[in-house]
Structures are given as structure tokens and as C-alpha cells.
């Protein structure tokens, strides 16, 4: 109790530092997954990929990321074993933002293939079993949280099979593609904006004061579906069949068609990804405030204030700035088979899935997500070759991360310990 | 940066590899135009450059093949099977070894074609050409085949190609009967080891429309699925 009020306002401080350099890690990091199939299609160029991303993971992070920030703040840990030693909890989370953050350098540092959720997670996870005690954690909410880690791929590709195979029916395997294309797409646009909008609506907007029922999220989701799609017929109107391109691979105009599908794609994939993985970041943040704030009581009701979702939007910003144009230019070089018409199957189906998860408070790995998607596509025999052997890496990523994050949360939550007592 | 696994999921796809391959073949068979001409005039130094060009054509083929087999391993999930995509690779290849072939044998013995022979050997050449042309068509449509995940109105087209490559392989087969007997008839009149040597090189002429039509099966094999 008294550590917490000699020490409160540097254990804020301190927190809010650890937060924005993990968001800022998430940021850096994650965004070539987020917008790399936008890019690696050529759908977008590099700069407009970086400005909805901007755009998007802020709205995405501020808008929607509240529930999965819940879940990482309080849902993970059982609140009551720590009543007498608040303290405890406020050195956890720090212990595992600088666990989580320094797993995510390293990791980038060596070249591994790393999840921002799998880390803070584990790192959660760790410091509560080992520095507090077994009980402290919700094995339950842990058990849900792992299972929607192997979930999640496996709904995306199946979102993405179905997604492209109905593609492949109305509009590429017919008489006339881009008449086709034409005809469809703007369905396509709407049904990106009416997801989004309406995840959003049912589950996430009761910090900005916005309660709707279930029918008013509906119809305000329709609306701006059709929004969507007025923007996108407006923006294909311009394109016209170009017989001299369709001459060298059939398909070229069709695909421009997909490209201006695959925008509102892109953005709805930012806005999924921040909505998911600002959690990473703010949460242990909101955790420590909530303590602080309440003077030490580790109440499960503190209503969290909505300064941290707009420091973590800000941290994701920041990494994806200065770093991810760098991460982005390498994405468009390396990717040369992937057409918009797969794209947007692709990044459609994980951003529908990270947002559902989103809204259900469930922390995933959008790398891992979009991974499941991109096979999917695979699998409706969309895409030309795809290196199995990065879902092996992917499984010994999962078996290294999340005991390297809890040791490294174990570390500094005993030091952490020692420095403050 | 390599760290992200959606930038080492995408491997490069061999299909335009392969359509680039049979481009190569081709080019190396087309190549015997100018050097049964060169042959016929007796103009054995442009027929010495010309079989120049066709192993140096069927080199750079071998090597395109080498490069698809690396790019090629198990742990590459592919849209067709791998076994049927290395068995159309290895039929591409022998057009252009069958057309090596020809030339080597034919510049080794300064072999002397019959007038009588010239013309039908030269139409049988240009027959085998044709299909092999149309097989290089059927292969051009490997990647509209990939953007229609190998099914539909694009599999029908491809189908109607290959039929027609079948039937520019049973001209090839009937140009082929017509001149052996052709040959038959004035075989006595010639020295019996050329003779042997004519009948080889019209069987290996035929072959090249063979084999072409083979990369027509196999890429049917693709498509049935």
C-alpha cells in the first residue's frame, strides 16, 4: 500500500514509457503483416499503405481496442490473491511490458517470426504463476485465449476459401470477367464496411459514450456499408478494359477492379489489427493505472480511461513511421505473385476474424490469422506456390515465445521487487 | 528484413518459369529450318553454325530446367501436383534434345537427303513445328489457368488447344508414313547405311510432334483434377 503511494506517480510514468516503446514495437513490427498483402499485390502504392495505416490503426486501436485491452488487463489475472500487495501487480505488468518489448527487439534483431500477443501473453502469464502464485491466474480465460490462437487460422482460411471460390464463380471463371467484376464488387465493398462498422458498433464504442442496441448497431453498420460502397463504385467508374495490357495475361483490367476492392480491404485489415494489438501495449498499462489510480485496490471495475487507447494509437503510429516503410518496401518487392483479386480474399477473411475476435475480448496473433488466410486461398488453388515451411516456424515461434516471454517477465518482476521493497 | 512469415510464405512461382522453358525448346526445334536448308545446299558451314545455335539453345534450356527443379521443393504448396508439374517439365526438355539430336546426327554424317524425299522432309519438319507451336500456346495459358484456379470456362479453352494439338500430331504421323514409303520406293538406288540413317531421322523428326503432343497430356493431367 505504501509503495504504492510513495511510488505511484514514477510507476505511471515508468508504465506509460514501457507502454509506448511496446506499442511502438507492435507498430514496427506487425505492420508489414497488416499491410503487406495490400502492397505485395500493388493494390496500393507504399505511401498510401502508410497513411491508412496511420489513419486506420489509430481509429482501429482508439475505437475497437477496448475489450481485448480489458481481457489483458484483468482478465488474465484473479484480482482477489493480490489485495493485500497491490504493488505486486503494478511490478507484473511492468515486468512483463519490458519482457514482452525486449523479447520483440531481440527477436527482430535475429530475424524470428514473433507474435506481439503470444509474447505479452506468456510474459502475463509467467510473472502472475511463478512471482505471485499458481492460483492468481484465470486458467480458464487462458485455456479460451490458447484455443482461439489455433482458432483463429483456421476461421480465417476458411473465410478466405469460401470468400475467393465465391470470386472464382461470379467473376473470374465467367464469359466476361470484368463486366462481372464490375457488377460485383461494389457488393464486396459493402460487405467490408458493413463488418467492420458492425463489430465495432456491437461491441466496442461504450468508452467514447456511444451505447447502441443490437438493431441501431445494424442499421448504422448498413449505412455505412452502403457509404462504402457509393465511394467505391464512384472510384471504379474510371476504369476501363485496356485490351493492350489484357493481351499479355487476361485478367490485368479485371484485377485494376480488385485494386480499388482491395483499398477498403486495406484499411479495414489496419483498423482489425489496431483494434487487436494495442491491447498488447496498454493493457498491462491500464492495469497499473487502474491500481494506482484507485489507491491500491486491484478492483476489477475501474473503468479505464480512454488517454491509454490514444497513447497506445499514438505509440503503434510512431513504430509504424519510423520503421515500417522500411519493412513495407521490402514486402513489395518480394511478393510478385499475389494479385488483388487474392489479396483481398487473403486479408479480407483475417480482418473479418481479428475484428469478431476483437470485439469478443480475445487477444490473437494477426500474423497467425492472416497466415490461415493466405493458405486458405491456397487451398482454393488461388495462389501459385507458398512456402509450407513457414507454418513450421510459425509452431516453433509459438513453443519458444511464450516461455521466453514468461522467464524474462520472471526476471524483472523479482528485480522490479527487489528495487522498489 | 525477413522476419515477417507473410513475406516468406509467397515463393516464386514456377509457372512462368516453365512457360519461359518451352519458349527455349521451341526456339531450339525452329532452329532446324534454316539447318536442313543449309543441309540440302550442302552448305555444310551455315549448317555447322546452325547446330551451333541449337546446342547452345538446348543448353540454356537444360539450364532453365536445373533452375525450375531447385525452385521446386517439398515443402512448396502448390496448386497442381509437384510430380505432374516435373513430368511436363521433363517432356518440354526432350523437344529440345530430340532437336539436338537431329542436328548432331545429321551434320556428323554430311548426310545427302534425296531430292526425291526434300520436299515431304521439309513438310513433316514444318508439321512438327506447328505442333509445336500449339503446345507452346496451351503452356501460354498456364498463368490465365492459375488466376481461375485451374477450373471453369478457362479449362475449356485450354481442352480445345490440346485438341488441336492431337490433331496436328496425327498429320505429323501421316506425313511421316507417307515419307517412308516414299523412301522405300528409291531406297535400292541409295547406300544402305544412309538409307538406315533417313529412316532414323525422319522417326526422330516425328518424334519432335510426339513429344510435343506429350506436353499436351501432361498438361491435361493438370487440368484433371
Not at chain 2, 528484413?1 to 513475406?7: A, K, R, T
Not at chain 2, 531450339?28 to 555444310?44: C, G, K, N, R, Y
Request: aromatic share 8%; proline share 3%.
Amino acid at each position: 500500500m505504501d509503495i504504492i503511494a510513495q511510488y505511484g506517480n514514477i510507476m505511471v510514468i515508468m508504465a506509460c514509457v514501457f507502454g509506448f516503446f511496446m506499442a511502438w514495437g507492435v507498430g514496427a513490427n506487425d505492420v508489414a503483416n497488416a499491410m503487406g498483402t495490400s502492397v505485395g499485390s500493388r493494390a496500393l502504392t507504399l505511401k498510401q499503405a502508410i497513411l491508412i495505416a496511420i489513419l486506420f490503426e489509430f481509429a482501429g486501436a482508439y475505437l475497437a481496442g477496448g475489450a481485448v485491452t480489458a481481457t489483458i488487463r484483468k482478465g488474465i489475472i484473479e484480482p482477489s490473491l493480490l489485495a493485500g500487495n497491490p504493488e505486486l501487480l503494478v511490478f507484473g505488468m511492468m515486468a512483463a511490458l519490458l519482457a514482452a518489448g525486449i523479447w520483440l527487439l531481440v527477436a527482430t534483431h535475429f530475424g524470428w517470426p514473433v507474435s506481439t500477443t503470444h509474447s505479452i501473453v506468456g510474459a502475463i502469464v509467467g510473472f502472475a504463476a511463478v512471482g505471485i502464485s499458481m492460483e492468481a491466474v484465470h486458467w480458464a480465460k487462458v485455456g479460451t485465449i490458447v484455443a482461439s490462437w489455433v482458432v483463429s487460422p483456421v476461421t480465417a482460411g476458411i473465410i478466405a476459401f469460401f470468400l475467393f471460390r465465391s470470386v472464382q464463380k461470379l467473376i473470374l471463371d465467367t464469359e466476361n470477367p470484368f463486366a462481372n467484376a464490375k457488377r460485383y464488387v461494389p457488393y464486396y465493398i459493402f460487405l467490408v464496411g458493413f463488418i467492420i462498422a458492425m463489430v465495432t458498433f456491437t461491441k466496442g464504442l461504450k468508452h467514447i459514450g456511444l451505447h447502441l442496441s443490437w438493431f441501431q448497431s445494424a442499421g448504422v453498420s448498413v449505412i455505412i456499408g452502403l457509404i462504402t460502397m457509393a465511394i467505391g463504385i464512384f472510384m471504379q467508374r474510371k476504369i476501363k478494359v485496356d485490351p493492350s495490357a489484357d493481351r499479355e495475361f487476361h485478367f490485368t483490367s479485371v484485377e485494376k477492379v480488385f485494386g480499388v476492392l482491395m483499398l477498403f480491404t486495406a484499411c479495414a485489415m489496419a483498423f482489425a489489427h489496431g483494434s487487436n494489438d494495442v491491447a498488447n501495449a496498454v493493457g498491462p498499462l491500464a492495469a497499473i493505472v487502474g491500481v494506482v489510480s484507485a489507491g491500491g485496490e486491484v478492483a476489477q471495475k475501474t473503468a479505464m480511461p480512454a488517454w491509454i487507447l490514444l497513447l497506445g494509437g499514438a505509440g503503434i503510429v510512431a513504430g509504424l513511421v519510423m520503421y515500417g516503410h522500411k519493412v513495407i518496401a521490402t514486402v513489395g518487392q518480394n511478393i510478385t505473385e499475389l494479385t488483388p483479386s487474392r489479396g483481398f480474399a487473403a486479408t479480407l477473411a483475417a480482418a473479418s476474424t481479428v475484428v469478431v475476435a476483437s470485439g469478443t475480448g480475445l487477444p490473437i496473433s494477426t500474423t497467425h490469422t492472416l497466415v490461415g488466410a493466405v493458405l486458405g486461398v491456397g487451398l482454393a488453388r488461388g495462389l501459385a506456390a507458398l512456402n509450407l515451411k513457414v507454418v513450421g516456424t510459425i509452431f516453433v515461434s509459438w513453443i519458444v515465445t511464450l516461455p521466453a516471454g514468461a522467464i524474462l517477465a520472471i526476471m524483472f518482476f523479482f528485480m522490479l521487487k527487489g528495487m522498489f521493497t | 528484413m525477413v522476419n515477417s512469415p507473410i513475406l516468406q510464405m509467397f515463393a516464386r512461382s514456377p509457372f512462368k518459369p516453365m512457360q519461359e522453358h518451352i519458349v527455349k525448346a521451341q526456339a531450339s526445334a525452329a532452329e532446324l529450318i534454316p539447318f536442313f536448308e543449309a543441309v540440302i545446299a550442302h552448305d555444310w558451314d551455315a549448317a555447322t553454325a546452325c547446330q551451333h545455335r541449337i546446342a547452345e539453345l538446348e543448353n540454356e534450356a537444360d539450364d532453365m530446367k536445373r533452375d525450375i527443379r531447385q525452385r521446386l521443393p517439398a515443402s512448396l504448396f502448390l496448386p497442381v501436383p509437384r510430380t505432374d508439374l516435373l513430368d511436363l517439365l521433363r517432356m518440354q526438355d526432350k523437344i529440345a534434345n530430340r532437336a539436338k539430336d537431329i542436328a548432331g546426327l545429321m551434320l556428323g554424317r554430311q548426310m545427302t537427303v534425296p531430292e526425291s524425299i526434300q520436299p515431304e522432309l521439309l513438310n513433316l519438319l514444318n508439321t512438327a513445328l506447328m505442333a509445336i507451336e500449339q503446345a507452346v500456346l496451351a503452356l501460354n495459358e498456364l498463368d490465365e489457368l492459375l488466376n481461375a484456379g485451374f477450373r471453369g470456362h478457362e479449362v475449356d479453352i485450354v481442352e480445345r488447344l490440346i485438341t488441336e494439338l492431337d490433331q496436328l500430331e496425327h498429320k505429323a504421323d501421316e506425313h511421316e508414313r507417307q515419307l517412308r514409303s516414299s523412301l522405300f520406293a528409291v531406297e535400292r538406288e541409295l547406300y544402305p547405311i544412309d538409307v538406315m540413317f533417313l529412316y532414323q531421322i525422319i522417326q526422330w523428326v516425328g518424334d519432335l510432334a510426339n513429344r510435343a503432343q506429350q506436353v499436351g497430356n501432361r498438361l491435361q493431367l493438370l487440368l484433371a483434377r
